[in-house]
């Protein structure tokens, strides 16, 4: 007998998942286990591959290597979020401060050190997906203000004075997260639990990082360091 299928229930979307990453080995494992999960994955083996292949597939999500042939991966991130903003997930294999800033500056929004677990990588795509699909708060129709910062949260648009600043779709939740509870303090666990949706040993650098891009994005005013215990929105005690 045929499935009768409810009226007015729309199809589940298959999120499709581009993999950028030229070990194969690692990307064959990622790819088999995001399909596991329901994904649509393609996999691309060097930078200009994973450019072409963004520009043709616009995945959901791109899980992108930092260390690739013919373009590195903070060059492949700048040039797929030129015109399209794509949640991107960043692999390394250094774990190095500045990488993690500079590739967060560049439009990443996570990140991942190797060697690390299929069921961390399938934990954070899925943390990535929420935040993109969440409903915009159009019930505020006061755009919210951090000095010269105004975010509208329905448009999800940031402006410093007359300017638009590109703010990756974490970057701006961790933001106004913070802006709409002014003089609260959240500990790094709460905001990973909060904005990133998991919580893990490792996870406060991450905070850390996206604090240090949204201040060079913005301003060090957007952001308080409370030493000890975390970060609340406001002037930050030093630069």
């Known amino acids: 007998m045929e499935a009768l299928v409810p009226p007015n229930v729309a199809p589940i979307r298959t999120r499709t998942v581009l993999v950028i990453e030229d070990e194969a080995t690692i990307a064959q494992a990622v790819a088999v286990r995001l399909r596991s999960e329901g994904f649509t994955v393609e996999v691309a083996n060097d930078g200009p591959g994973g450019v072409e292949a963004c520009a043709r597939l616009h995945p959901d999500v791109v899980v992108l290597d930092l260390m690739l042939p013919g373009l590195d991966g903070l060059e492949v991130c700048r040039r797929i979020q030129r015109d399209r903003p ?89 933001l106004a997260f913070l802006a709409k509870r002014p003089g609260r303090v959240f500990t790094r666990d709460q905001l990973l639990g909060d904005v990133w949706g998991y919580r893990v040993g490792a996870g406060g650098r991450t905070v850390d990082s996206h604090v240090r891009a949204l201040r060079r994005k913005l301003g060090t005013e957007v952001i308080r360091t409370v030493h000890g215990i975390g970060y609340a929105a406001g002037s930050d005690e030093h630069s």
């Open 86 to 174: 794509v949640p991107v997930l960043m692999l390394t294999a250094r774990d190095s401060e500045t990488d993690l800033v500079v590739g967060l500056a560049v439009g990443a929004d996570d990140y991942l050190t190797k060697p690390f677990s299929a069921r961390e990588l399938v934990a954070r795509v899925h943390a990535l997906l929420r935040r993109v699909e969440r409903t915009p708060d159009r019930a505020a129709g006061v755009p919210l203000r951090l000095g010269s910062v105004e975010l509208d949260l329905a448009s999800r648009v940031v402006h410093v004075g007359s300017a638009i600043v590109h703010l990756t779709p974490t970057e701006f939740d961790l």
